[in-house]
């Protein structure tokens, strides 16, 4: 990503559209919570956001249709647990706008093949398939899909998705040099916390690595999860000499726990003075504590189940409004207005 792309762009400062999404392939985890909703949370006070559970993107990766639909929900109820609101912020399921797919498509007109080979995301994730589903080389034209067909100026990313937002930018290039001017080329928000890594400490926290804590996990849980966390690999026993920098745990207390306690806990760490599994206690109360309020607004939500569905319709509805427009220009300028040729006289014959 270009410095211009994020200071600069046809999405300017007077475009305050915002468009993010987040796939319901499990649990919203911590990486997903530092990394994106934080920020969503923030922005919708100053920004018109779109908010959306990208459900057609989870089936490029494993997924079980009988979970799908529960997936779905939960992440719903994530989203609005942390405090994005439904009065502020535009928040729906992918699949319930058909807008989504019909545009990637289109805009597959414009993507050459190479730009998606070169896609670090799909070859981390192709590198040991046997067969490659199509859909997950194509996964960056149906997210530039997304972003484009509510003409969003903006996109709060995370570090591992600036590249397929560089992508989006240069389909929207192409597409507008085609067939003019449509869609703003959106610039990244960055500020998100960088790439939180997994409890094994090695890579990207990730729903399908199972290396997670879920931010609405109940406390026993998230003890379970926090207890297995890899720290630093010098430290065998209780009382090694610890490298804060190189510990993840380290980390995830830097973002989790009252920051009058981080000297310390360092301190102790460098010093072998406090044990692994202290630390970790600390660092899976620290988490209890911080999603207490989200954890009880999405019991209360889970209970209430006609409310999420109201909610999701009532953006499905909004955000269908925006789709239509934009697809209304798309079709009339890639020609895909027949009835316009109907009794006009005009036929590919004369
Ligand atoms: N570990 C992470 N650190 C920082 N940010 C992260 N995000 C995800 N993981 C981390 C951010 O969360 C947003 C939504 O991501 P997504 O669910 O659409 O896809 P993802 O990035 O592929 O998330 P996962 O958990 O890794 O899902 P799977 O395993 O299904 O691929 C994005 O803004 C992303 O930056």
């Not at 010098?234 to 009382?239: A, K």
């Amino acid at each position: 990503m270009s410095e211009k792309s994020e200071q600069t762009g046809d999405g300017g400062a007077a475009n305050r559209r915002i468009f993010s999404g987040m796939q319901p392939s499990g649990e919203a985890h911590l990486g997903n919570y530092l990394g994106a909703l934080r920020q969503w949370v923030k922005l919708q006070d100053d920004h018109e956001c779109f908010f959306c559970v990208v459900d057609q993107h989870a089936i490029t990766g494993d997924f079980s249709p009988d979970e799908l639909p529960a997936r779905i929900l939960d992440l719903a109820v994530s989203f609005l647990a942390v405090g994005l609101d439904p009065e502020e912020s535009t928040i729906f399921v992918q699949s319930d706008v058909p807008e989504h797919t019909e545009l990637a498509w289109l805009l597959n007109a414009v993507t050459p093949v190479g730009n998606l080979e070169r896609m670090t995301q799909y070859k981390d994730k192709s590198a040991n398939m046997e067969s490659i589903p199509a859909g997950l080389l194509n996964y960056p034209i149906l997210q530039a899909a997304d972003i484009l067909l509510y003409r969003a100026g903006a996109v709060p990313v995370g570090e591992d998705q600036l590249q397929h937002l560089e992508l989006t930018r240069e389909i929207a290039r192409k597409w507008n040099s085609r067939f003019g001017d449509l869609f703003p080329e959106p610039q990244a928000i960055r500020g998100g916390a960088g790439r939180i890594l997994g409890l094994d400490g090695k890579a990207k926290m990730s729903k399908s690595l199972g290396n997670t804590v879920g931010i609405l996990a109940e406390p026993p849980e998230i003890w379970d999860r926090v207890r297995t966390a890899v720290t630093d690999p010098q430290r065998v026993r209780r009382d090694d000499p610890g490298r804060p920098e190189v510990c993840n745990v380290f980390t995830l207390h830097k973002h989790f726990t009252d920051p009058e306690l981080i000297p310390d806990i360092e301190s102790q760490c460098r010093g072998g003075t406090r044990g692994g599994v202290d630390c970790k206690r600390i660092l899976a109360d620290s988490i209890d504590e911080h999603f207490q309020e989200a954890r009880e607004r999405a019991a209360d939500l889970h209970a209430r189940p006609g409310r999420i569905q109201e909610i999701l319709e009532a953006g499905a509805q909004r955000a269908r409004a925006e789709a239509r427009e934009t697809m209304n220009q798309v079709r009339e300028r890639m020609g895909m207005t027949w009835r316009a040729a109907v009794g006009s006289g005009r036929s590919a014959a004369t």
